[in-house]
Every structure is written in structure tokens, then in C-alpha cells.
């Protein structure tokens, strides 16, 4: 997952907003297309997902080549980047609360 450039991406933002133009990093000013990188993503965390519930599946079957402890991972493993995807996209929505809030 891509959390470290949706958290730099979100930083330029606010620097953009809150400081002069002069003052922004370099990797600030450099075009990005977040978009493209929100939907990988989601992607990816679908596919863990789908991987997670397709090992759940297999185990419940009775599978023997599938244990409990990896079912257990790999569920934990989506659970996480599930919730860590949710909390970006509440930063993100409480980030274009308040741009829209800013008086011009």
C-alpha cells in the first residue's frame, strides 16, 4: 500500500494552502496523479481481501494444506489495511471539509 505518498500528497495540500508557493519542497511541486494512486489502493486491499476470505473458505472446506494460523493472518492482514484505508479516506474527507470552510 501507498499510505506514505497519500500522507505526503496531503501535506503538500496543506502547505499549498497555508504557505506561499515559494516555500513548498520540491516533491511538492511535482504533479501527481492521486486519483490513480487512491485506486491502487483500494485494489490492493480488495485483493487481500479476496485472498483472505478465499484461504477462510479453503480452510472451512477442510483443506489440509491450509492451517488456522495462516487463515488468521491473512484476515488480520485485510482487517488492517481495511481499517487503515478507512482512516485515510476520513483524513481526506475532514481535509476537504475544511477547503471548502476556508473563506476566500
Do not use: C
Not at 506514505?4 to 513548498?24: F, I, T, Y
Not at 487463515?71 to 488492517?80: D, Q, R, T, Y
Amino acid at each position: 500500500m501507498q499510505i506514505q505518498q497519500v500522507l505526503a500528497e496531503m501535506r503538500s495540500l496543506q502547505a499549498r494552502a497555508s504557505g506561499a508557493p515559494g516555500d513548498l519542497p520540491a516533491a511538492a511541486t511535482q504533479p501527481s496523479d492521486f486519483a490513480a494512486l487512491m485506486k491502487n489502493s483500494v485494489d490492493q486491499i480488495s485483493t487481500m481481501q479476496n485472498q483472505a476470505t478465499a484461504l477462510a473458505d479453503a480452510y472451512e472446506s477442510g483443506d489440509k494444506s491450509v492451517d488456522i494460523s495462516r487463515v488468521m493472518l491473512e484476515v488480520n492482514k485485510a482487517g488492517i489495511a481495511f481499517h487503515a484505508m478507512t482512516e485515510v479516506r476520513n483524513k481526506l474527507i475532514d481535509a476537504y471539509t475544511q477547503v471548502m470552510n476556508m473563506s476566500v
